[in-house]
């Protein structure tokens, strides 16, 4: 018999195990949370597009996938228990707000995300892309194609960076997680199995987590008054504001975790059954600094600083006549 307990499960057969988990999963991309949150929101609002935000979305989500099915391998063999301590949380923490200020502090000095040519253009040939044409796909992989992307304001914020941040936010440990590796992994009937909830949960984020970088791609790609250009720039200024002082916030929060553990303790009971928001704890306001607090200085200043430099539907002709650059021809 198939039963669903999402708050408190207990003796569960394996499909309710899988459709626990799978919910869970749906329940964690929807709730704020400190290791999905904030790194979607830069990384989809810096991708600037519905499409490209559910990319975000997917990449980020994949690698939190990965890291989540692997612990709960790890759970199913009793190991987990070295992860789920406080000093864990902490270090994540850490971990996780040095990559976000790193690849903020990158974008901020270089104009530019960090990638490497020869991978790019190995897979790039081993998938054919533009097979028939090289010199089209030589453009695009030395990022010169599109022409939104040519001045240094303009070059998007990069996803493959997403991928690294979701394999370290998975260390992150909460209600979810202390249910998905002592409770469900540990019902699976063979060892061949107990990486199963740890992948549903992740693929059950990733589900809202795609969701959300669309919301938010799409919801600056539809800023009133503001050129295409002027869109790619405020979305990387964005992010780049909410990469770095949030990943200043994380590393502060995680050392302060590790010297004072009973942090963890503290939290504001809501009576609401739905774990992350029955007890709002240093994970919800972290969220609250790095996306809503950051997010909204980081916009209003970005928006200010798009109008000082004519990218606005305002100074578009303006803007047009000055900027003589020409897309590559087709």
């Known amino acids: 018999m ?4 999402l708050w408190n499960p207990s003796n569960v057969d394996l499909l309710s195990a899988l459709l626990i988990s799978y919910l869970l999963g749906i329940v964690h991309g929807i709730t704020p ?3 999905t949150w904030p790194i979607t929101f ?3 609002v ?3 597009s519905t499409r490209k935000g559910m990319k975000a979305g997917l990449i980020f989500s994949s690698g939190f996938t990965f890291q989540r099915a692997l612990l709960s391998e790890i759970a199913f063999l009793a190991l987990a228990g070295i992860f789920m301590t406080a000093a864990a949380f902490g270090i994540t923490y850490i971990f996780v707000g040095i990559a976000m200020a790193a690849a903020g502090y990158y974008i901020a000095s270089r104009g530019k995300y960090l990638h490497w040519h020869y991978l790019e253009h190995t897979l790039g040939r081993m998938v054919g892309l ?3 044409n090289p010199e089209k796909e030589h453009a695009e992989l030395e990022h010169e194609a599109n022409p939104v992307f040519l001045g240094d304001n303009m070059k998007p914020i990069p996803l493959k960076l997403a991928f690294v941040h979701g394999l370290i936010a998975g260390f992150g440990f909460g209600a979810f997680a202390l249910i998905i590796y ?3 992994a540990p019902s699976m009937p063979s060892i061949y199995w107990g990486f199963v909830p740890g992948l549903l949960f992740g693929l059950g984020t990733m589900t809202m987590q795609i969701l959300f970088g669309a919301g938010f791609g799409a919801w600056l790609s539809k800023s009133k008054n ?3 250009n002027g869109i790619a720039f405020v979305a990387k200024s964005i992010s780049r504001y909410v990469l770095t002082y949030g990943g200043i916030a994380f590393v502060i929060a995680g050392a302060a975790i590790l010297v004072f553990p009973q942090l963890l303790d503290y939290g504001i009971s809501t009576g609401v059954h739905v774990h992350n928001l029955d007890n709002l704890g240093i994970g919800f306001f972290l969220v609250i600094f790095a996306v809503v607090i950051i997010g909204f200085l980081g916009y209003h200043t970005s928006v200010k600083k798009a109008a000082q430099l004519g990218y606005t539907k305002d100074n578009e002709p303006k803007q047009s006549s000055v900027n003589t650059q020409e897309p590559p021809a087709e």
């Open 182 to 184: 002592t409770v469900l």
């Open 130 to 132: 533009h097979k028939n």
């Open 2 to 5: 198939v039963v669903i307990n």
């Open 33 to 35: 949370d400190e290791h």
């Open 46 to 48: 810096g991708s600037y």
């Open 226 to 228: 503001l050129t295409k």
């Open 42 to 44: 830069s990384y989809s």
